[in-house]
């Protein structure tokens, strides 16, 4: 069994898109109506589904609500791939934690994606 997808609710889907392409390199797989639905992808398959919020799933989104509920992760093939992301995310105005630190046994930091989606972006060393 694999994870297939994850769908986000966000108030500007051509905006939080725009964002993980650039700065994650995923891929636009599909967009729906006008700014209505985009279908992300990264190189394994997994899809990032971002959408409106829909009523009978709760009406809120994260930025309606003023709080992250949850947060997703980005695991980077070495260390300095971490620091060469932030660079880039600094450059953009991201809303950042901090710099790369060590944390629980790894090389990471956080920020926050557009629909106030919180990014943890990181390294750790192989088993």
Same mark, same amino acid.
Request: hydrophobic share 45%; proline share 5%.
């Given at each position: 069994?694999?994870?297939?997808?994850?769908?986000?609710?966000?108030?500007?889907?051509?905006?939080?898109? *725009?964002?993980?392409?650039?700065?994650?390199?995923?891929?636009?797989? /599909?967009?729906?109506? +006008? +700014?209505?639905?985009?279908?992300? @992808? /990264? /190189?394994?398959?997994? @899809?990032?589904?971002?959408?409106?919020?829909?009523?009978?799933?709760?009406?809120?989104?994260?930025? @309606?609500?003023?709080?992250?509920?949850?947060?997703?992760?980005?695991?980077?093939? *070495?260390?300095? *791939?971490?620091?060469?992301?932030?660079?880039?995310?600094?450059?953009?105005?991201?809303?950042?934690?901090?710099?790369?630190?060590?944390?629980?046994?790894?090389?990471?930091?956080?920020?926050?994606?557009?629909? +106030?989606?919180?990014? @943890?972006?990181?390294?750790?060393?192989?088993?």
């Amino acid at each position: 069994m694999r994870l297939n997808h994850l769908d986000f609710h966000v108030p500007d889907i051509a905006e939080t898109a *725009d964002f993980f392409i650039r700065h994650f390199g995923l891929t636009l797989k /599909d967009m729906r109506g +006008n +700014n209505g639905l985009a279908i992300l @992808e /990264d /190189d394994t398959g997994l @899809e990032i589904v971002l959408s409106h919020a829909i009523a009978k799933f709760g009406i809120a989104d994260q930025v @309606e609500l003023q709080r992250q509920t949850y947060h997703i992760g980005f695991i980077l093939p *070495d260390r300095g *791939d971490v620091d060469r992301v932030h660079v880039g995310l600094v450059a953009a105005g991201v809303q950042l934690s901090g710099p790369p630190a060590a944390m629980r046994g790894g090389w990471l930091f956080y920020c926050t994606a557009p629909g +106030n989606i919180l990014v @943890e972006v990181g390294w750790r060393p192989a088993r």
